[in-house]
């Protein structure tokens, strides 16, 4: 006969505890694979190190100029695997103005390796101050250089592509860098370069 008294197994609780078990335990797999990817496979942007800018040509005529200019970079892939990179571009800015622009070719650069590029373009004439308005002096390396006689340019280079994560999923990348550079206007001549 039965003892109406005894207590019989519940089985709901020992189901909701094998629940929170497994659970936990799928929640710290998914924390260690999310650690794993951002330590080890998160696409991390190309870094970019401009090497030297120049000014082959340069003529100053009647209060305008123009020039060929030269940007010399080195850029690093820090990835796992190769960057890929396309509508990357290369901008002049005077005064907050575009004088000058260039799309740079799609290419790549395996992981972990270096890349030295080089982007050259002509800029056509655009005005600059006149000498005699800005009297302040500027010193420089080689002495002191009168102002009017310097022009600041801006540059800044962009590249944007894609890498791969784990041979499967593609991640966009972009690194931008920024530089301005002090010429001297009488000769093209390259006095400072800030990045």
Known sequence: MDDPYRSKPRRGRTNLASCLVAAVFLLLI???ITTVYFLLFKPKHPRIAVNAVQFPTFTLSNGTVNFTFFQFVTVTNPNRDTFTHYDSSLQLDYSGDPVGFVFIPAGRIYAGRSQQMS??????????????KVSA???????????????????KMKLVGRVRVLKVFTHRVESE???????????????????
């Not at 982007?119 to 005699?132: H, L, S, W």
């Not at 010193?139 to 801006?154: L, S, T």
Request: proline share 4%; hydrophobic share 50%.
């Open 30 to 32: 998914a924390v260690a």
């Open 119 to 132: 982007a050259k373009f002509q800029v056509d004439r655009f005005p600059v101050p006149e000498r005699g």
């Open 137 to 155: 002096a500027v010193a420089f390396g080689d002495g002191v250089v009168a102002a009017g006689d310097v022009m600041e340019i801006e540059t």
């Open 177 to 195: 860098v920024k530089c301005s550079v002090d010429v001297r206007v009488t000769d093209g001549s390259v006095l400072a370069l800030h990045c």
